[in-house]
């Protein structure tokens, strides 16, 4: 019997599905978790669309999202942003 790797990105459907999943994972993640976060639902809305939307190039997008990418919280930032969300503090 073969597995399937479950790949949420495939389950964020809309947008208030990203809102949710990123809202959850700032809230009980990691900084690295929560990067990772925002690369999985940057993959669920289209890196092309989140790039173009974020105003950086697709190839900075895929790299500042790597596993080994420390991007810059500027980028997060417009990242966060182009998925429809704001970073807020309470």
Known sequence: MST???DIAAHLETD????????ESAATSTTTEFIHAVGIAARAKGMTTV???????????YKSLADDGKPQFETIHKIV??????????
């Open 51 to 61: 790039a173009k939307q974020a105003g950086v190039t697709r190839a900075s997008l």
């Open 81 to 90: 942003t182009a998925l429809g969300c704001t970073l807020a503090i309470h």
């Open 16 to 23: 208030e599905d990203i809102r949710q999943f990123l809202k």
């Open 4 to 6: 399937k790797l479950f």
